[in-house]
């Protein structure tokens, strides 16, 4: 960063009230020792990380347990939905639809309404949507409620991304979003097993097992959002406001490093024009086409790898729900190591594309193996893949953009391009191609190729615009000083 920018970001700091902190002094950091400080970034780390990690995982949970409960009898057979022909990938595809339709919208409402009560809100009305779940007749019911469940999960993740970009520097962030999504694969490693146990509830209150699954997840998350209402803390602007969660010399010790890290603290006021405008960027859509190629994968695996175990690899409904866990635990290892380094190292191309190709060498194992053992460590390789990149494109964009509206209509944009890859990633594996599921092998494979290619291609061009600011050409995001993050 550049002496002159900095020197702008502290004459905004001490100039400029315009972020509701009174100035402490010429330099807030200066109030506070190196111990103080990190301190600080730890609280914040256990308020908001944490938190919203723990939230995540009910979300995860609550969308993908619909394999869980159709290999615990909600397919078929007695007491089950009679999901024949199309209608179980009917049911995963509907909730997409208004997840991604939503998106733009619900990000200015999260930042009108603030965070705490936006996202905790949300939480509690879609865990009670759970909970109806297992009271469905038919499943024309199901595919209702589906979509109602999209309508009112389309706000979390994105408002989710935004929040955290709001309140780390760069080079601090994707640690952060791997600790995040890390906390929300939980709930993928164990919602296997979670399920099972609950399944031995069959028979309980005249209700059938799968349908308890749906039931005591969905009060699990009626839980969470009310310890999430008194932990979610709001934008570092008004951190000291939010249950006195920092004092007044700390909130603005955090939005000086936000300034001096990128300068854009600042909320102008909302205008629909302005906000839609930054989608005139193209790198913007690019990010998006990356967050969807990714998902379409994870989705894939999320909703059909207890499917595949089961029917296609031939192991019983209880080793199906317990073998997804090693996968996922094996990612949030890759997951978090890449992070350290990525952040360690101000990297965020090289990372996503090192995981593109482990997929592109895992897929082929995992679909054409005629060995069990060899088709399950290709899950393996595809999982981490995956999930690992989850976090190093949702860094990736929050790295490369500034401006708070524009980094809220790319958070939804990303996340909307996140659900359109849910969709694929729903309609992919279909049963008549079991066992080896090929449609939806190549069009993962297709999806890793398209990451590479796309990632190159903007790495490519951060590379020119840097060297051009550098050789005092044109300014990067309208800000002095301001490099791209390759």
């Known amino acids: 960063m550049s002496s002159d920018l900095e020197k702008a970001n502290l004459e905004q700091i001490e100039n400029k009230n315009s972020v509701g902190i009174k100035s402490i002094s010429k330099d807030p950091a200066a109030e506070f020792t190196e111990a103080q400080q990190k301190k600080i970034l730890r609280r914040v780390d256990l308020r908001l990380v944490a938190t919203l ?163 005591i997840e969905g009060l699990l998350t009626c839980v969470a959002a009310i310890g999430g209402y008194f932990l979610i803390v709001d934008f570092p602007e008004l951190a000291s406001k939010s249950w006195a969660f920092l004092s007044e010399k700390e909130a603005a010790f955090m939005v000086e490093r936000i300034n001096n890290d990128r300068a854009d603290v600042e909320v102008t006021s909302f205008s ?43 192991f019983s409904i209880a080793k199906s729900q317990c073998l997804v866990a090693p996968p996922y635990a094996a990612a949030a290892i890759f997951m978090y190591g890449a992070a350290v380094l990525a952040d360690k190292w101000h990297v965020r191309g090289p990372i996503i594309i090192f995981f593109a190709i482990i997929g592109l060498i895992g897929l082929p194992i995992l679909g054409y193996s005629t060995n069990s053992a060899a088709r399950y460590f290709g899950v393996f390789l595809a999982t981490i893949s995956a999930n690992a990149n989850i976090p190093a494109i949702l860094t990736y964009q929050a790295n490369n953009i500034r401006g708070q509206w524009k980094r809220a209509l790319c958070s939804a944009i990303l996340v909307g391009f996140g659900g359109i890859g849910g969709i694929i990633g729903s309609t992919v594996f279909r049963e008549e191609d079991a066992p080896k599921y090929a449609p939806g092998i190549m069009t993962c494979l297709i999806a890793n190729g398209l990451v590479i290619l796309i990632t190159s291609a903007l790495s490519w061009k951060f590379h020119r615009a840097n060297k051009r600011a550098e050789a005092g050409g044109k300014i990067i995001e309208g800000q002095p000083g301001f490099r791209y993050t390759l």
């Open 53 to 215: 990690g723990v939230l995540y995982c009910a979300s995860l949970m609550d969308r993908t347990n619909l394999s869980a409960a159709s290999v615990a009898g909600m397919r078929a057979g007695p007491g089950s939905l009679n999901l024949i022909g199309n209608r179980y990938s009917i049911i995963v595809l509907i909730f997409f639809i208004p997840y991604v339709l939503f998106q733009p919208l619900a990000v200015v409402v999260l930042r009108k309404f603030g965070p705490r009560v936006f996202i905790s809100l949300i939480t509690l009305l879609w865990g009670g949507c759970m909970i109806g779940f297992g009271f469905v007749d038919n499943w024309e019911q199901m595919v209702g409620l589906r979509a109602l469940l999209g309508v009112l999960e389309a706000g979390f993740f994105p408002g989710c991304a935004y929040l955290l970009s709001c309140w780390y520097t760069r080079y601090e962030l994707q640690q952060r979003n791997a600790i995040f999504y890390l906390i929300g694969s939980l709930a993928s490693a164990c919602s296997g097993i979670l399920a099972y146990g609950i399944m031995q509830m069959n028979g309980a209150a005249g209700l059938r097992g799968w349908r308890w699954i749906f039931i």
């Open 272 to 314: 629909l024009k302005n906000y839609l405008a930054n989608a005139a960027d193209t790198k913007i859509w690019a990010f998006g086409a990356l967050f969807g190629l990714t998902t379409t994968q994870s989705y894939a695996i999320a909703y059909f790898l207890p499917v595949i175990l089961n029917r296609s690899m031939g």
